[in-house]
Nanobody, 114 residues
Framework: VQLQASGGGLVQAGGSLRLSCAASGSSFSFNIMGWYRQTPGKQRELVAVITSGGTTNYADSVKGRFTISRDNGKNAVYLQMNSLQSEDTATYYC?????????WGKGTQVTVSS
């Protein structure tokens, strides 16, 4: 299973970015897909996850600003990030769970300038 993330970059505070992640290597739909983020010296933290049925869970810090969605047919997950703040600067990792196994993609950097 491979997860390929894209969409990171540099944006000014208040701006928007959309992250995409495509999963390959499995003929089954992933139970859970989502995004975590990490900054140097800190633990990786949940940003948002979504189940195959569409149930979502967000970190309190991003509620109302970020929206997660997925395309089960494409095994893809997306993260629309609006009203970005400097505190959102981090490396964002795509995450997927299938048959109780967890997979991670390589990170994509999001930098928000104030």
């Amino acid at each position: 299973v491979q997860l390929q993330a894209s969409g990171g970059g540099l944006v000014q505070a208040g701006g928007s970015l959309r992250l995409s992640c495509a999963a390959s290597g499995s003929s089954f739909s992933f139970n859970i897909m989502g995004w975590y983020r990490q900054t140097p010296g800190k633990q990786r933290e949940l940003v948002a996850v979504i189940t195959s049925g569409g149930t979502t869970n967000y970190a309190d810090s991003v509620k109302g600003r970020f929206t997660i969605s997925r395309d089960n047919g494409k095994n893809a997950v997306y993260l629309q990030m609006n009203s970005l703040q400097s505190e959102d600067t981090a490396t964002y990792y795509c995450h997927a769970v299938i048959k109780a196994r967890t997979y991670w993609g390589k990170g994509t950097q999001v930098t928000v300038s104030s």
